[in-house]
Every structure is written in structure tokens, then in C-alpha cells.
């Protein structure tokens, strides 16, 4: 069997030629296409991963955080001040002598709730003013009674008292 001789043609040679140019070109598009494609794939990729890397670190982070505030929040806080202040001292006319003792007798009279736990302390809140109201107190000849108008429970116990001269 004999293979006719086409490649002595013209017109055959054109379509030789052609079709080969052709296929480089394409292979020369299909390189530049898949070149493009693969560069976006990478730098898609490594954006991916920098995000991904940043996300691992801000949850690290806050689960630290968080496992610090359950630490915290396992401690009690505890009263450590109290802070007494008379509303009605203008209005007695009371020396500031006379409001810094009872000021201190008031104190003493609840000096035990110092380093108690603050949620104990703000169910029974009724018990620490029934406390301070019912002892009277005794300044220069003077008999005091006092009423609590406020009472802030904080780590600072902030106490606002009318006070009341009684005979």
C-alpha cells in the first residue's frame, strides 16, 4: 500500500502548515490561560490561608480571654471599704467632730462584713440596714438614731444615713 504523495501539493502543504501553526497557537493560549488561572489559584490561596491563620490566632486569643474570665468570675469579690456618709449634717448643725465619730461608730457596728462575699451580702441587705437602724448611738451626751436612705454594695459598701437626735 503507498501513501499518495500530498505533502508535494500547495494547497496540502497550506493545511500542513496551518494546521500546524494552529496548534501552537493553541498550545501557546492554552499555556497563557492555564498560567493566568494557576497564578489567581495561588494567590487565592495564600490569601485564604493568611485569613485562615489570623482567624486561628483571634480565636486562640479569645478563648484565652475567656478562659481567664471564668477564672475570675469563679472568684468572689468581697467587700473590701465602707464609705459612710450623713445627709442631714448641715441641717443638725453637727460639728465635724461629732459626724466623724458617728460616722466611725456606724462603721464599727458593721466592721464584720469586711472581706464577706458581695452576693451574700446584697440577698441580706435587709439585715446589715436593720442592723445600723436599730442601735443607737451615743455622741457627747447626745443619743443618735439612724436611718439608712441608700446602700450601695460594691467591693466599697456605700452607705447614705439620716441621722436623727432622739431624747
Same mark, same amino acid.
Given at each position: 500500500?503507498?501513501?499518495?504523495?500530498y505533502?508535494?501539493?500547495?494547497?496540502?502543504?497550506?493545511?500542513?502548515?496551518?494546521?500546524?501553526?494552529?496548534?501552537?497557537?493553541?498550545?501557546?493560549?492554552?499555556?497563557?490561560?492555564?498560567?493566568?488561572?494557576?497564578?489567581?489559584?495561588?494567590?487565592?490561596?495564600l490569601?485564604?490561608?493568611?485569613?485562615?491563620?489570623?482567624l486561628?490566632?483571634?480565636?486562640?486569643?479569645?478563648?484565652?480571654?475567656?478562659?481567664?474570665?471564668?477564672?475570675?468570675?469563679?472568684?468572689?469579690?468581697?467587700?473590701? &471599704?465602707i464609705?459612710?456618709?450623713?445627709?442631714?449634717?448641715?441641717?443638725?448643725?453637727?460639728?465635724?467632730?461629732?459626724?466623724?465619730?458617728?460616722?466611725?461608730?456606724?462603721?464599727?457596728?458593721?466592721?464584720?462584713?469586711?472581706?464577706?462575699?458581695?452576693?451574700?451580702?446584697?440577698?441580706?441587705?435587709?439585715?446589715?440596714?436593720?442592723?445600723?437602724?436599730?442601735?443607737?448611738?451615743?455622741?457627747?451626751?447626745?443619743?443618735?438614731?439612724?436611718?439608712?436612705?441608700?446602700?450601695?454594695? &460594691?467591693? &466599697?459598701?456605700?452607705?447614705?444615713?439620716?441621722? &436623727?437626735?432622739?431624747?
Amino acid at each position: 500500500m503507498h501513501i499518495p504523495p500530498y505533502y508535494k501539493k500547495e494547497s496540502w502543504q497550506r493545511f500542513f502548515a496551518g494546521t500546524f501553526i494552529g496548534a501552537i497557537i493553541a498550545f501557546v493560549v492554552f499555556t497563557y490561560m492555564y498560567g493566568q488561572f494557576y497564578e489567581r489559584w495561588v494567590e487565592e490561596n495564600l490569601n485564604l490561608r493568611s485569613q485562615l491563620n489570623e482567624l486561628e490566632n483571634k480565636y486562640e486569643i479569645l478563648e484565652d480571654s475567656k478562659r481567664e474570665l471564668d477564672e475570675k468570675s469563679k472568684e468572689k469579690i468581697t467587700v473590701n &471599704t465602707i464609705e459612710v456618709k450623713i445627709d442631714n449634717e448641715k441641717q443638725l448643725k453637727l460639728d465635724s467632730l461629732i459626724v466623724h465619730q458617728l460616722e466611725e461608730l456606724i462603721r464599727e457596728q458593721i466592721k464584720d462584713v469586711v472581706g464577706k462575699d458581695i452576693n451574700s451580702l446584697a440577698e441580706n441587705y435587709k439585715l446589715l440596714t436593720s442592723t445600723i437602724e436599730s442601735k443607737t448611738y451615743k455622741v457627747e451626751g447626745f443619743t443618735y438614731n439612724a436611718k439608712v436612705k441608700q446602700m450601695f454594695v &460594691t467591693s &466599697t459598701i456605700n452607705i447614705n444615713i439620716e441621722i &436623727t437626735i432622739s431624747n
